[in-house]
């Protein structure tokens, strides 16, 4: 798979309107899943090298509407890691105490130490996404917090820290299906916001503001626009973007003081 055809090029500004929700590279759900599992494999054991060099760390932040499957791929993907080298942070509205600070203050402290995986579930996004829609800061506002953003994204990579953005890409038509399944199950009612219907209002300034955010994608932080009507196809595409960054990240086993050979155990 070539993820370089969801990643967003630098100095690109894009329309959601131009990448597809319901890709699935020709794949069936059976064979998409079989590949899911086996990267997970490939992922563990990438992870295990970051945790045991602990030199670098890798940031994932996923972004999306309601119902686009944050939870679902954080269960799916990340839970190939070892959750001892895991950080998963999911950020909500902010306390009285975090709005008493800047806005990126609370996000700062959760980025992940060297050596571990950081998810931010939601993330420093959404104070340029929610607070624009619902005109709680002008356009001025959120120009000076996305530059803000991108000069806090260079700090984390100088520190070693690489850092993967991805939004998942829905269809209003597969979010409808998702939000009334959520109706049609007493198990999943505590999931359904009524809020969210007000969100699904505004779908198209929703679009708008992402778009603004997408225009963050460099070489060193870089965007991923992910399918995500198929929730598997959703999976894999992940699963190749963390994969791939591992990879290219490198980390390598400590060398040891000692010689294994001559080690006895009674």
């Known amino acids: 798979m070539d993820i370089d ?3 967003v090029k630098p100095g690109k500004r ?20 079989a590949q899911t599992a086996k990267l997970a494999g490939e992922l563990a054991e990438w ?5 045991a060099e602990g030199k670098q760390s890798l940031l994932l932040i996923l972004q999306a509407r309601d119902a686009a499957g944050k939870d679902g791929a954080v269960k799916k993907v990340i839970g190939a890691f070892n959750p001892a080298g895991v950080q998963i942070t999911s950020f909500k509205q902010p306390s009285a105490e975090e709005l008493s600070h800047d806005f990126l203050w609370r996000i700062h402290q959760k980025a992940p130490a060297k ?11 959404e104070d340029v996404l929610v ?9 001025k506002t959120a120009k000076r917090r996305l530059e803000h953003i991108r000069h806090f994204e260079e700090l984390l990579t100088d520190n070693a820290t690489r850092i993967v953005k991805v939004y998942l890409h829905i269809s209003p038509e597969e979010q409808k299906e998702r939000l009334q399944a959520r109706l049609d199950n007493p198990g999943k009612h505590w999931k359904f916001n009524p809020g969210d219907l007000k969100d699904r209002s505004n779908w198209d300034k929703f679009n708008d503001v992402y778009e603004d955010a997408l225009t963050t994608s460099t070489d060193d932080a870089p965007w991923y626009v992910v399918p995500a009507d198929r929730k598997w196809y959703r999976d894999l595409v992940l699963s190749h973007i963390l994969l791939g960054a591992l990879k290219d990240m490198n980390p390598q086993f400590p060398a040891i003081d000692y010689d294994p050979s001559k080690v006895v155990i009674h």
Request: net charge negative; glycine share 8%; hydrophobic share 25%.
């Open 115 to 125: 050596g571990y995986v950081g998810v931010f579930n939601r993330s420093q996004y």
């Open 47 to 51: 992870q295990e090298r970051l945790y």
């Open 5 to 7: 055809n969801y990643r």
């Open 14 to 33: 894009v329309k959601l309107s131009d990448w597809a929700t319901n890709d699935d590279a020709g794949l069936s759900k059976e064979e998409g899943q």
């Open 131 to 139: 607070t624009r829609v619902y005109d709680m800061i002008d356009d």
